[in-house]
């Protein structure tokens, strides 16, 4: 990864052998992924290692209850992704605990929401995983896409009641292959997904209601990547390549006119 003199972040990922992560070390060595690695920018507080945040913005706090974050959060970013031999999608991952912690680390009650942007079939997850649908409002560019295909979200690691698996449970929200945006600029209404992510934790899995006790802490925007296969127990190679050269979140505005100035 290297920053450009525009200001960009550019990715370069070349890898001979790509083996999962199975040891007794790993965050999540019984996670039957593809997905090798997630290199990306953040904003707010870097999950299980705080002293390397970056400085917080009075924009946004991060820590901050969700009942707390100002109406209309949209995450915006203008990118783009060279993708050859590599399972791939772009993301926005969003980390939620249950606590305020100045230092949140994955663990039994962490919830973790990605908002795919970009991907390649292989990529998406088995069809067993799919809880339900939801239109969730996204712009490219100026224009703003109409609500005709809807998301599928899938669900890992959740159970009743608030628990979770000990490294936590993901919920991810995937758009339409038809929608899916390999370069541009591109403003997600991460409010909605916050608000559809709550209702459906409740109405499924009996969760207590998310706005008055869940912090959000971490929004990162990066590029997950794995064999070509897409196999999760495959050692295959991995190639691509991305630029961001723009992220933010606004708050408090509409997703034609969310920016990062």
Not at 59 to 64: A, G, M, Y
Not at 242 to 259: F, R
């Amino acid at each position: 990864m290297s920053v450009e003199s525009s200001g960009g972040v550019r990715i370069d990922g070349h890898f001979a052998r790509t083996a999962p992560c199975t040891d007794s070390d790993c965050i999540a060595p019984r996670a039957f992924t593809w997905v090798r690695g997630y290199p990306h920018v953040l904003y707010g507080i870097n999950q299980c290692y705080a002293g390397t945040s970056p400085p917080p913005s009075p924009r946004l706090r991060l820590p901050t209850r969700l009942d707390s974050i100002p109406r209309h959060l949209i995450g915006v970013t203008t990118y783009s992704a060279q993708t050859t031999r590599v399972t791939h999608d772009v993301a926005y991952d969003l980390w939620l605990q249950p606590t305020d912690t100045k230092r949140p680390c994955r663990s039994e009650g962490t919830l973790e929401i990605m908002v795919w942007t970009d991907y390649d079939t292989r990529a998406l997850l088995p069809a067993s995983l799919q809880v339900a649908t939801a239109s969730i409002p996204f712009a490219v560019g100026r224009d703003a896409r109409p609500r005709t295909h809807p998301w599928s979200i899938y669900a890992s690691n959740i159970d009743r009641d608030g628990r979770t698996a000990p490294w936590g449970g993901t919920l991810w929200f995937v758009p339409d292959q038809a929608d899916v945006v390999g370069r541009g600029r591109v403003s997600v209404d991460l409010s909605a997904v916050l608000s559809t992510a709550g209702l459906l934790l409740r109405a499924n899995y009996g969760w207590p209601e998310l706005g008055q006790r869940y912090w959000l802490d971490t929004v990162s925007f990066g590029v997950e990547f794995g064999p070509t296969s897409g196999d999760p127990m495959d050692s295959g190679p991995s190639s691509f390549s991305a630029e961001i050269s723009a992220y933010c979140l606004d708050v408090g505005s509409t997703l034609v006119h969310a920016s990062c100035g």
